[in-house]
């Protein structure tokens, strides 16, 4: 099955980027499609981005609309996400997860990953 794996997170200064990754160790990865959520202390988790297996389509929350870009080599197994204008409220543990469609909601992805932490400073 799915195992998946983030890395890249760390602490950021405003207005700075970061380059997420997600390494899945199975052989199935370009069967699904891919999303990355958020979650702040304290508050429920937050869809970001999605993307088709193919890599044709994506979708992104309204928040994040032109500073973060999500995308996938399936070659490498891996989906990315990056993090561009980072503000101080995008600070978060982000996840990557799998789903067989595309969906905005974390219960319709079946597998997730350990997450890792942002911490963008004002």
């Known amino acids: 099955q799915v195992q998946l794996v983030e890395s890249g997170g760390g602490l950021v200064q405003a207005g700075g980027s970061l380059r997420l990754s997600c390494t899945d160790s199975?052989?199935?990865?370009?069967?699904?499609?891919m999303g990355w959520f958020r979650q702040a202390p304290g508050k429920e988790r937050e869809f970001v981005a999605t993307?088709?297996?193919?890599?044709?389509?994506?979708y992104y929350a309204d928040s994040i609309k032109g500073r973060f870009t999500i995308s996938r080599d399936n070659a490498k197994n891996t989906v990315y996400l990056h993090m561009n204008s980072l503000k101080p409220e995008d600070t978060a543990v982000y996840y990557c997860?799998?789903?067989?469609?595309?969906?905005?909601?974390?219960?319709?992805?079946?597998?997730w990953g350990q997450g890792t932490q942002v911490t963008v400073s004002s």
């Open positions: 997860a799998a789903s067989f469609t595309i969906a905005y909601e974390p219960g319709t992805y079946r597998f």
């Open positions: 993307i088709s297996w193919g890599g044709t389509n994506t």
């Open positions: 199975g052989r199935t990865f370009s069967s699904y499609v």
